[in-house]
């Protein structure tokens, strides 16, 4: 054998493979290599934190420049047109509206009112089904999904919101078998607590996952972030009788 032959190259070992950049495609097709499974969500971000799976960017578009200026000419005269015209018609509407919505809430009959005597039954049935979704996908990469309670996970507020939703369900029930104003006050507090902490988890979630390459958001956490909104609502609306009605419901 020659020599120019004797010194062929030798294949990359795990750790400069390991050291290279690739997509999500080829990692992903590495690592079943390499462990003969799916990676999980948590092995992924490593390797995304690691640098080992390039992230993907768009290509710049050479014609954004030319709609950001246009967008700020379009800008400018729209905050001209608003200071002339605009502001002064949105004070008057205001005014109009408060007077309208100060009416509907001494209306018995109004649809504000109607809506109100409904939230005893619309909280908990939004409370329940944001519990539900905590146990459906809220991401998948590559065919395996998970949810708020998934192993694979590091840090997770399932519990948390989980804890908030059945305590919102505890003082509805209480508000509609006992009548009494300390639960209205909590079932109140409650549902904008529970809410506010789903809408955050939620609606955040679904921003960090679309940032990643090759994971996709699932149905668990886009049900979550519009009953959390419910909840909240809800909430706001229980605590909204309260100052109609300040003399009901004294049983505490």
Known sequence: MSENQSQAPEPQSREQHAGQTMSAEQWAAAFQQEHHREPTMAEYQEALRLGHVASERRPRDPSIQQMADGARQVAAG????Y???V???AQSAAHSAKAAFDEQRQDPKSSLQLWIT???????AAAFLSIISLFLPIASIRRVSVNFFSRQLEQSDGGIILFLMLVVIGSSIATL???AKWARITTGASGVA?????????????ASISSLS??????GLVILALLSVVVAACGVLVLMSLRRAPNTAQNE
């Open 177 to 179: 078998v006992m009548k």
């Open 78 to 81: 729209a905050r001209n047109l």
């Open 118 to 124: 409904r939230v005893p039954l619309i909280l908990p």
């Open 214 to 219: 090759g994971a996709s958001i699932g149905i």
């Open 83 to 85: 200071e002339a015209k």
């Open 87 to 89: 502001a002064p018609a």
């Open 194 to 206: 529970a809410g506010l902490v789903g809408m955050i988890n939620g609606f955040g979630n679904m």
